[in-house]
């Protein structure tokens, strides 16, 4: 798309040529040709001017590039798109035109910055403009007023009038168009910009359409359609306007007739304030809609936990594998609180789906769970009870090996759990650790760490017990990179490594603290590095594990030639340490490093030719 690109479009081919063979494959037979042709042409008018520059390779030398040289050539270039858009826009081809229109609509705000108002009123006149671009055409123009007229103005004033002249000429005042130009916008945009107009012309279409029940029924079909992107305010407003509710069965009916619930849910907000309503006619409504659509009746009925009774309406509809298990995740936060009761239900079904393997329960108890006991300071107490902590910590424990994405609130809720045992929580936190999830393996290491500061010892043994057990996974901590060796007490670490042996030292010999300078410059082994070194040093194993675990798993970045030779420029000066095997890894470490730094230097010359 860029080749046809007014600015940095990466070719030498003039513009006009480009215009000109972009025409022909705009009015191509092909509908998937025009299509193409028609996402280049709106290159020409982004403002998002963007590329990814290579370096030449081997010496040659790219081609000039045909992009403008000054602001008036750039100008010509944006007028020539412009008058092409004018073309397809008045033209006898239906599809065209709409394309057209719609290029020139998702630009509009760039495009009148750029001073293009005229050429525009001839794209886009008021009344001829088709009904799927006019949202976007007002929208357009509301935007460029706020953005570039009201908090920066840049132009004239005269020409800000004249766009204000414009934007009022578009309004349409037919209902229908109406409906379409204010109901078709996402609702994001005039909340943006225009919020106040936007919702008084919404309530305006409202009194209209509960006066005129015939236009309604006319709308309907549109307004249940994805068209009716703010549909779910238009029926927020309905509901204010209807007070005795009459438009409530009819509403909800044409949800289930054309599978959508915007409008009737945006209906039933506005309707639930009203404390007059009839809540057992509506519920009664829910239930039949429960009946024939379950999906639906979900997205209607969870507007309103206490009143549409939807904690109860999920969980059965869930029990009954009506709805998919991860619907549950609607209890976490908003309106659909569940009590203690409810809570545990649904706990004890996700959990054992969980002890099963079934990571999409798992991650569902732990958005329900952990955010309720974690965040909720009234939930706080709850967990004290004895039957849903027992739950709770089955939950922490099922996704201690992996919470799928929900690494974050296991953690949490580990943290939580801590408070009533922490040496248990630990061994948790020690098996996330282990985890194939990076997330879950950085989450546990904060764990490690915070809960290793107020029982470093217990710490340790948990785990220390999970790394010599292979069959629970501890074989792990051989293929990774685990700071949390250092982040101990060196001493505690070594008092466990003392009474577990070579075999505890050829676990944690990777992950020891690795050798620096001081500030003076001089060497230093740290002290849990020294002990392992020292007290296993005719271990083979060890000294391998140590070696290989110096830059395991380090990133470089910038100058990295000049990285790996500052790393064997400190080797060199442990090239007469005390300690044997630090004397034996001085001058491996200065060899690699220099080969390192070597085959980096050979890249940047190959890759950075002058």
């Known amino acids: 798309m860029r080749l046809y690109a007014a600015a940095l479009p990466g070719t030498a081919v003039p513009f006009d040529t480009r215009l000109k063979k972009l025409h022909k494959r705009i009015k191509a037979t092909d509908p998937r040709v025009s299509a193409l042709g028609f996402a280049a042409l709106a290159e020409i008018f982004s403002v998002s001017v963007h590329r990814f520059e290579v370096s030449p390779l081997g010496g040659r030398v790219r081609p000039g590039e045909a992009t403008p040289r000054t602001d008036r050539e750039w100008n010509e270039h944006i007028r020539a798109g412009l008058s092409l858009l004018a073309e397809l826009s008045t033209g006898s081809d239906p599809p065209l035109r709409t394309k057209a229109q719609a290029v020139a609509a998702k630009n509009l705000r760039a495009l ?41 103005p840049w132009a004239p004033e005269g020409y800000l009038g004249e766009v204000r002249a414009w934007r009022r000429a578009l309004q349409p005042s037919d209902p229908h168009a109406r409906l379409l130009s204010t109901v078709g916008i996402e609702p994001w945009r005039p909340s943006m910009v225009r919020e106040g107009p936007w919702r008084e012309e919404l309530q305006g279409i409202a009194r209209g359409l509960v006066i005129d029940r015939n236009l309604l029924d006319q709308e309907i079909p549109w307004l249940y359609s994805e068209q009716a992107r703010g549909a779910a305010y238009l029926g927020e407003e309905l509901a204010k306007v209807d007070t005795d509710a009459r438009l409530l069965e009819k509403l909800i009916q044409a949800a289930v007739q054309y599978k959508g619930g915007a409008l009737a849910r945006g209906y039933l907000i506005g309707a639930l304030r009203n404390p007059s309503v009839d809540l057992g006619r509506l519920n ?22 206490p009143m549409t009774r939807a904690v109860e309406r999920t969980i059965r509809l869930v029990d009954e594998g009506k709805l998919p298990l991860t619907y549950l995740r609607s209890l976490a936060v908003g309106d659909m609180e569940p009590d203690v009761r409810q809570l545990r239900s649904v706990l004890e079904r996700l959990v054992a789906e969980g ?23 009234d939930w706080h107490t709850r967990l004290e009870e004895e039957s849903l902590q027992g739950l709770v910590w089955r939950l922490a424990a099922a996704a201690a090996a992996n919470p799928g994405r929900e690494s974050h609130w296991w953690g949490r809720l580990i943290k939580r759990l801590g408070g009533f045992d922490i040496r248990r929580a630990l061994g948790l936190a020690a098996v996330g650790l282990l985890s194939t999830g990076l997330n879950q393996s950085h989450t546990a290491a904060a764990l490690l760490a915070e809960m290793g500061k107020q029982q470093p010892r217990e710490a340790m043994e948990e785990l220390g017990a999970l790394i010599l057990d292979d069959a629970r996974g501890g074989w792990r901590v051989l293929v990774g990179k685990y700071p949390i060796f250092a982040q101990l007490p060196w001493q505690v670490v070594a008092d466990w490594v003392s009474i577990h042996g070579v075999v505890a030292a050829r676990r944690i010999a990777e992950h020891v603290p690795p050798t620096h300078l001081d500030e003076s410059g001089s060497p230093v082994v740290p002290p849990l590095t020294e002990f392992v070194l020292e007290a296993f040093a005719d271990d083979e194993e060890v000294f391998r594990a140590f070696t290989a675990g110096v830059h395991n798993l380090q990133l470089y970045k910038g100058d990295i030639a000049s990285q790996h030779e500052r790393e064997a420029e400190v080797a060199k000066k442990f090239r007469n340490h005390r300690l044997r095997r630090i004397r034996e890894w001085a001058p491996l470490e200065i060899k690699e490093a220099t080969a390192e730094a070597g085959y980096w230097r050979r890249v940047e010359e190959e890759t950075y030719i002058p």
């Not at 009664?284 to 936990?305: I, K, Q, T, W, Y």
């Open 112 to 152: 009148l910055q750029m001073g293009s108002l005229i050429q525009l009123q001839q794209i886009l006149e008021p009344g001829k403009i088709e009904a799927e671009n006019l949202a976007e055409v007002l929208s357009g123009v509301d935007e460029f007023l706020h953005f570039e007229g009201e908090q920066s």
């Open 284 to 305: 009664a409504l829910l239930d039949s809609v429960e009946a024939s659509d379950p999906l639906l009746a979900f997205d209607l009925f969870r507007v309103d936990g």
């Open 355 to 377: 002890e099963k393997g079934n990571v999409t329960a798992t991650e569902t108890a732990l958005i329900i769970c952990a955010y309720r006991t974690t965040e909720r300071p």
